[in-house]
């Protein structure tokens, strides 16, 4: 059993998709072990982001992500890190799959209305930077 971080990004909050990305998490039998709505303050973005501290686009990434609320959920499930990034479809809305949440809403290799954890460590780092152990459900 698997979990990780989903951020419903401040674009996907803001069009009013938050029933949408829930609703493909739970057809997909992935269940939300824990869940919060956040305004991130700049710093707070930046230390999220810290591994894309030198690429160019760290400025505007980190300004879009504290510019309104996000959702911040953790999920769990078999294999959830991977099944997540697929349900999400590639960064790059344009490259992401037919029927992905990026494919079908997203409007800017930015402003991509979901963000997902990669890689087991990074799950761990990224749960820990937003939830204590007592507000995940078992
Ligand atoms: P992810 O794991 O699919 O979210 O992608 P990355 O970890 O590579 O990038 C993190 C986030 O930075 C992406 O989800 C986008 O919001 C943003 N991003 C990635 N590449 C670019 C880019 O070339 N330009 C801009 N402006 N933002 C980007």
Redesign the pocket.
Known sequence: MERTLSIIKPDGVSRGLIGEVIKRFEQNQIRIVAMKMVQLTKKQAEGF?AV?KARP?FQ??TDFMCSGPVVVMVLEGENVIQKNRTI?G??NYKEAAEGTIRRDFATD????IV??S?APETASFEIGYFFNAFELIS
């Open positions: 982001y894309h686009f505007s990434l999400m590639a960064t290799i930015e402003k991509n963000h997902g990669d």
